[in-house]
T-cell receptor, first 112, second 112 residues
Framework: NAGVTQTPKFQVLKTGQSMTLQCAQD?????MSWYRQDPGMGLRLIHY???????DQGEVPNGYNVSRSTTEDFPLRLLSAAPSQTSVYFC???????????FGNGTRLTVT | AQSVTQLDSQVPVFEEAPVELRCNYS??????LFWYVQYPNQGLQLLLK??????LVESINGFEAEFNKSQTSFHLRKPSVHISDTAEYFC??????????FGAGTRLTVKP
């Protein structure tokens, strides 16, 4: 089982550029989410989805868009990158109702 | 929404000594509690979880945590740590809406 797969592993963007971070899971999990990890701040929830066609905002959604057209995929879009979005991004998935999260290995994004 | 406070950002300890990593949470609804571990340059892995039932939960590598509802705490303990336990540890709280929130993390450093 691949579990949760994130691509790319590393990315450097210039301010104002756009890109999509990809996330796919093969465990048929209904719930998927995106977090960003910054030193001293732990993981902060950006957006999450409880099933195909359903998304909602987390703690820090500004500057990010998501969609969930299939159960397997949950891409995160940065429409106009800013230096404040330099971070490590983690995608996670789980079954519903209190199940633990399964994490991808992360994408390290630098915006210059 | 629920929130998590990890009271220590760094915990240095000598090998074979006991350790306690502290976690307090706040929530207005029933919660599920988790501890995750993150080794360098990796994603987060589930260490242990409390969903219901016995308030003392254990992991396979000797860690344990106790759910204390009156003190809203879920502290992580290990009676004797190893060098290999050096990592960052995250406490997390989830609820029925799957909105899982994380603490800022505690970096455990085990010294020889």
């Amino acid at each position: 089982n691949a579990g949760v797969t994130q691509t790319p592993k590393f990315q450097v963007l210039k301010t104002g550029q756009s890109m999509t971070l990809q996330c796919a899971q093969d465990m048929n999990h209904e719930y998927m989410s995106w977090y960003r990890q910054d030193p001293g701040m732990g993981l902060r929830l950006i957006h999450y989805s409880v099933g195909a066609g359903i998304t909602d905002q987390g703690e820090v959604p500004n500057g990010y868009n998501v969609s969930r057209s299939t159960t397997e995929d949950f891409p995160l879009r940065l429409l106009s990158a800013a230096p404040s979005q330099t971070s490590v991004y983690f995608c996670a998935s789980s079954s519903l109702r209190g199940s633990p999260l399964h994490f991808g290995n992360g994408t390290r994004l630098t915006v210059t | 929404a629920q929130s998590v406070t990890q009271l220590d950002s760094q915990v240095p300890v000598f090998e074979e000594a006991p350790v306690e990593l502290r976690c307090n949470y706040s929530s207005s609804v029933s919660v599920y509690l988790f501890w995750y571990v993150q080794y360098p340059n990796q994603g987060l892995q589930l260490l242990l979880k409390y969903l219901s039932g016995s308030t003392l939960v254990e992991s396979i590598n000797g860690f344990e945590a106790e759910f204390n509802k009156s003190q809203t705490s879920f502290h992580l303990r290990k009676p004797s740590v190893h060098i290999s336990d050096t990592a960052e540890y995250f406490c997390a709280v989830g609820s029925n809406n799957n909105d899982m929130r994380f603490g800022a993390g505690t970096r455990l450093t085990v010294k020889p």
